[in-house]
């Protein structure tokens, strides 16, 4: 049960931006950004030493400003995008950009990990996904699964799909599409599905999600109050295609079937403030993580709105096996909507909360104070899924 | 001598012996005896019977001396001559005996002699006597067979001259229609006319009897059929119908089917009323199809009945009963009962009848009284569920008893029939109906009091927040009602009307009403009706409504007024605590209701309530929370921190927000307790608030100036936190105000910290913050259970803003007091 206990790594800034490196399979990897407006903002590459329950950590100068928002490439980990905010003639603006890291920062970084502030090696930029007409952005996406060459970016209210070209060097808007209506309508986030062969996105402004087809750059669904107060963060289940989890100030998680969007297939309500961060597990996705400002994570099992509603299909062997022990598991199943776990190693607001997207039974989460936290999912249940 | 007294024995140790045995199997051994026995064996007694002489004058010579034996001797000889003597007296007596015994014999000889002589001439006399009897009947005979012929002769006349009569009789019957009279003598007729028809004159008459009967027969069917006769002259026409040899069935139909065109007036009539009713009280088309052939007699009988109602206000129920009862069922129960004694209750003698007649008139019987009584009932049935006003339920229950009652005449009228459990179904069905009714219209009832609270807290919503903002706790006393009188008069309102229909529902059991003492209305209807159905039920409504409103209003808080939620509360929690057991208690009380069911136990109930108000005072949290959010969520989200010019006062919605917040208070206090507060001196705050600001704070941002340890800046407040209790900001509350008032603080506080760390701050902005923050801290505080807490997240919104100051440099400590002395 040792191996269960948190990892904690500490930073030096408060932060709020966390991504696990999409592209990196085989390492545990997150990169956290800093938020700091007095000092060089930075990008730490956190690596996780699984077996030693270790970890590694890299840092690379962000000197462009304090990130908001960081994304990491689906096809090439050592490409990330960043949200960060720059201050100019005592205006703040939210810009996003496309990053490099050095080729050399790993090496570097294990050589010598304690003079790594000292001399850290600096992001390579690729390009600027800056249109100041459109004004600061809110998020970046990245094409699930994609190769690397198309993102949206959410800046106000504009949805702007960019095309990479010239070795991501360069970024065009290939279209694009603004939400009009009254009031200052602004994106708060947004997610790519990774279904429809990534032609859909769903976006959050204020109380409303909104789906798009990007084809046609249109409007395909409008979910009105989906949150009784700002929408926070979405998810797409990776499993279930029409199935998407939201989260909001009203303190609620809500699963919605965007085919019937007047009511939610479901709702939790076990934050006592803002969810900030909604996550499905890559793979498993009864598995949901999400973190809130009342410092909290928590790791849901939802397995009614599951692809495997009713856990993995039990073999017929095993089954035979035990007779008397089958009359207990067939007590147990159909397995109950429940928490797993509540996490309570944070001390202030959780914005965010991440999968490792090479071990599917880890995932991270951060705080504001600048504090990373590794958690695993409990054994039992893990071995419950998969036996 | 001796041998005389002694009687000669031939084998007297033969018979001895026989007679000792005898003896010994009859236990008779007495002692004494079988001495004697012993003794008389002795040879020497001289009274015994085996005495010898020679043995016993052996013995004396040999034993006693001469004088003994000279006494002896001469005792001897006196004993002889006194036996000698003795024996001469009883020959003598003997003989004179005998001598008189044959002087008797002698005269009577003589006597019988005489007797006999006379006893011949009796005989004598005896058969001269005879003799003469038998010649006298000899000479009799003749005359008296003569006689006897005459008289035969004389009475078959009579009889001949009946039947020679009949035809016309039977005519002046008809005329004077005496059928009765007629059928009687025809009867008597019949069978000789019957034996005789062979001889021509015995047919004349015979066909004449039988054409007059024949008319009879028929003006007797014509009377039965017409409708005007009279009960008992039907029952009257039905008897000599039946002895003309009617087919019985045939009458029972007859009879039955007149009697159902009777009823069938009464129930249309009935029917009519019904859609009279029907149309005056909907006031739109009738419903019910009017068929054109509809009895015209019916609507102008129920016009003529009921001349004094306005046809407007319909009759009410007890009068439909109450005619249903006089009209129908009193004519059932008649026809019933006029059949019974016609075909059922006849006496054997009916040797016409064949023997099964009574079964199958009952059947028949039973098969009327059911169809016609269940038209009845579902009329009935319709107009009791027309019935849809509460108001006056005691109409209903007389109605309802009053139909109950009547039909148990015909329960004992038809025992078997299934009428009367019918009507005791119905009106089961019509008192769970009528739970059903009071149920929904205490909902609606609840509702409109809802309704009406609502609008009365619109309007003192402003006048309360304008009470407190000039002057603070002090309600406003004007002509809208304050929270604690609407709460007390919305909850009277609730349990009065409970206890009405209470009382309504009460009707049902009472002791003189017939059905009360029906099982039903003892133990389901009290126990699942009225304290389940009804009490339970409603209880259950409350908190359900209650919760919805929790729910239903949606995240925007919008749709409720804050006060009626608390007020709901309030309302809930009073429930809890006292009113649901009192009603229950009351309930019970007033049905006394044994539960032979599992009911609902009372503790179930509270901690519904309890739940209820709970949810509905965290919901009132949560929505007031949301107001000042928003409002701290648009100050900041509007405005641009960094270009912000010097601060020189309070921002107004800070201002807002304590008003808002003291609102809050009043309100809350109206209807909560205070509840306790952690200790606290009157001014700590000011204290404490500037320790704050000015060294700690300066020892928060002194750091952060140097680049050296960047990591200092979150080092106190991380201390805070690890000793601080984790702050749960949208956590359950109790039932107090202070913990009330704590969380709607906590939610706005700490929405502000989270907007705070969104933006980016100039050092005005920052200047800004510090002294909203010090405005804040200078009243909330006393709103709160835990002041610290206060401080902590101002502490922490004061930091955050630093920390999201592009040009930290906080404001002097004096100067931000001075502003917010200045208001």
Redesign the interface.
């Known amino acids: 049960m040792e191996d269960d206990a948190p990892v904690i790594y500490g930073l ?3 932060a709020r931006a966390l991504t696990a490196q999409t592209a990196e399979t085989d390492a545990i990897r997150f990169l956290v950004g800093t938020q ?4 060089d903002n930075q990008i730490h590459i956190i690596d996780f030493d699984d077996e030693n329950n270790m970890i590694n950590k890299s840092v690379l100068l962000h000197d462009a400003g304090e990130i908001w928002h960081i994304n990491g490439s689906p096809a090439d980990k050592a490409v990330l995008t960043t949200c960060y ?1 720059k ?1 100019s003639e ?3 603006l939210t810009c996003a950009a496309v990053w490099r890291m050095p080729p050399e920062w790993e090496s570097g970084s294990h050589e010598s990990p304690d003079d790594s502030s000292n001399n850290p090696q600096t992001l390579e930029l690729l390009c600027h996904l800056d249109n100041t007409a459109h004004g600061s952005v809110a998020c970046v996406l990245w094409e699930p699964m994609g190769d690397g060459k198309r993102l949206i970016s959410l800046a106000e209210n504009h949805v702007l799909l960019w095309d990479l070209q010239e070795s991501s060097t360069k970024a065009t808007i290939s279209s694009s599409a603004t939400l009009e209506g009254k009031g200052q309508l602004k994106f708060t986030t947004g997610k790519w599905s990774p279904h429809h062969n990534s032609t859909q996105l769903a976006t959050a402004n204020d109380t409303a999600i909104r789906g798009w087809d990007l084809r046609s750059m249109s409007q395909i669904y409008c979910i009105e ?1 989906a ?3 700002l929408v926070r963060d979405l998810d797409f289940n990776p499993n279930k295609q029409y199935y998407l989890a939201s989260c909001g100030d ?2 609620k998680v809500k699963f919605w079937d965007v085919r019937h969007i007047n009511e939610p297939v479901k709702c939790l309500e076990e934050h ?3 969810v900030w961060s909604v996550r499905y597990n890559h793979s498993h996705d009864q598995l949901l993580l999400t973190g809130s ?3 909290r994570v928590i790791l849901s099992n939802m397995v009614s709105i599951s692809s495997e509603p009713f856990g993995h299909l039990v073999d017929d062997d095993d089954l035979s096996d035990n007779e008397e022990s089958q009359q207990e598991d067939k007590g147990k199943e159909p397995l109950q909507d429940s928490i797993i776990a509540t996490y ?1 190693e944070h ?3 959780v914005y965010a909360v991440e999968w490792s997207a090479a071990d599917p039974w880890l995932f991270a989460s951060l705080s ?3 504090r990373l936290v590794i958690n695993r999912v409990p054994r039992a249940l893990k071995y419950r899924i998969l036996l | 001598m001796s041998s005389d007294t002694t009687p000669p024995d031939s084998d007297p140790k033969g018979q001895r012996r026989v007679h000792n045995m005898l003896k010994l199997y009859y236990g008779l051994n007495e002692e004494g005896k079988v001495a004697d026995q012993a003794e008389s064996l002795d040879p020497c007694d001289i009274n015994g019977l085996h005495f010898d002489p020679d043995v016993y004058l052996n013995k004396l010579r040999k034993e006693c001396s001469l004088g003994e034996l000279m006494d002896h001797e001469s005792c001897m000889v006196k004993q002889i001559r006194s036996l000698d003597s003795d024996m001469q007296t009883l020959v003598y007596e003997n003989y004179n005996k005998f001598i008189s015994a044959t002087d008797t014999i002698r005269k009577m000889k003589n006597d019988f002699k005489k007797m006999e002589d006379e006893m011949d001439c009796l005989s004598a006399n005896m058969t001269a006597i005879t003799e003469f009897s038998a010649r006298i009947s000899g000479t009799l005979q003749d005359q008296h067979a003569q006689i006897t012929k005459l008289s035969g002769v004389h009475t078959l006349l009579r009889k001949l001259q009946f039947l020679f009569e009949l035809p016309a009789r039977l005519n002046k019957c008809l005329e004077l229609q005496a059928y009765a009279q007629a059928v009687s003598a025809h009867r008597r007729a019949r069978c000789v006319l019957q034996q005789y028809s062979h001889m021509p004159s015995f047919r004349g008459i015979q066909d004449d009897c039988h054409v007059i009967m024949e008319q009879l027969a028929q003006q007797l069917r014509q009377k039965f059929r017409d409708g005007g006769s009279s009960a008992k002259d039907l029952s009257e026409c039905v008897e000599l119908l039946l002895q003309l040899d009617e087919p019985a069935e045939e009458l029972c139909d007859k009879f039955l089917s007149h009697a159902q065109s009777r009823l069938e007036v009464d129930l249309q009539g009935l029917e009519a009323e019904l859609k009279d009713s029907a149309v005056s009280d909907t006031g739109r088309g009738s419903v019910q199809k009017t068929s054109p052939g509809s009895n015209p007699v019916s609507p102008s009988s129920s016009s003529v009945n009921n001349p004094f109602l306005s046809p407007t206000a319909g009759t009410d129920i007890l009068e439909f009963i109450d005619r249903g009862c006089n009209e129908f069922v009193s004519s059932l129960c008649l026809v019933i009962a006029s059949y019974q004694e016609l075909f059922i209750n006849r006496p054997q003698e009916g040797e016409f009848a064949s023997k099964n007649i009574p079964e199958m008139a009952n059947g028949k019987l039973h098969v009327f009284v059911d169809t016609l009584a269940a038209r009845y009932f579902s009329l009935v049935e319709r107009r009791i569920q027309e019935e849809k006003g509460v108001s006056d339920n005691s109409l209903l229950v007389r109605a309802l008893d009053r139909f109950h009652r009547r039909l148990q005449a015909i329960s004992k009228l038809l025992p078997g029939s299934a009428v009367p459990s019918h009507g005791t179904e119905i009106v089961v069905r019509a008192a769970r109906e009528r739970i059903k009714q009071y149920l929904s219209a205490l909902q609606t009832f609840y509702h409109d009091s809802l309704t009406d609270v609502r609008q009365a807290l619109a309007a003192p919503r402003l006048a309360v927040g304008g009470a407190s903002a000039s002057g603070g706790g002090a309600s406003s006393k004007d002509d809208t009602p304050s929270l604690p009188e609407l709460l007390a008069s919305l909850s009277n309102f609730i349990l009065n009307q409970l206890k009405s229909v209470l009382a309504s529902v009460h009707l049902f059991t009472a002791k003189d009403i017939t059905f009360s003492n029906k099982p039903y209305f003892k133990g389901e209807f009290c126990s699942q009706g009225v304290r389940e159905g009804l009490v339970v039920s409603f209880i259950k409504f409350i908190c359900q409504s209650s919760r919805q409103y929790c729910e239903s209003t ?4 919008g749709s409720t007024p804050p006060a009626l939620l608390l007020l709901l509360s309030r309302l809930c929690l009073d429930y809890e605590t006292s009113t649901i057991s009192y009603i229950l208690t009351l309930t019970d009380e007033q049905f006394l209701v044994q539960h032979h069911t599992p009911v609902t136990p009372v503790t179930a109930l509270c901690a519904e309530a309890r739940e209820a108000a709970q949810k509905l005072l965290n919901h009132y949290v949560k929505v007031q929370g ?1 107001i000042i959010s928003q409002m701290l969520r648009k100050s900041v989200e509007t405005r641009d921190w ?2 912000t010019i010097e601060p020189r006062n309070v921002r107004a919605v800070m201002k807002r927000v304590v008003e808002d917040t003291t609102s809050i208070d009043v309100q809350v206090g109206l209807l909560y307790e205070e509840g306790v507060r952690k200790a606290h001196s009157s001014d700590s705050s000011k204290r404490t608030f500037s320790v704050y600001s000015s060294s700690r704070q300066q020892i928060r941002y002194a750091p ?1 100036y140097t ?1 050296s340890a ?2 200092d800046t ?1 080092l106190l ?2 201390i805070h ?2 000793f601080s209790e ?1 702050i ?4 359950p509350v109790e039932f107090n105000k202070v913990s009330v008032l704590t969380g709607i603080i906590k939610i706005s506080l ?1 929405t502000f910290l ?1 907007c705070v ?1 969104l933006r ?1 701050f ?1 050092r005005y902005g920052l200047q800004q913050i510090q002294v909203d923050c010090h405005y804040l801290q200078m009243y909330l505080w006393r709103f709160v259970s835990d002041e610290n807490l206060v401080h902590f997240l101002l502490d922490e919104i004061v930091g955050s803003a630093a ?4 040009d930290p440099s906080p404001m002097e400590q004096s100067v931000i007091e001075v502003i917010c002395e200045r208001g």
């Open positions: 030096e800034f408060q700091s407006l007095k000092f905010s201050t005592s205006r703040v109050n949150h009784g107060q009203d303190c006592s403030h803002w400002s009342d410092s309570e001390e202030d607001s504001y104070d600048g | 949606g995240d925007r808080g949301l960094v270009n952060s680049p960047p990591m979150n407040s991380n936190k690890l984790r749960d900001i949208f956590s700490k989270e760390r980016t100039g920390h999201r100051c592009l």
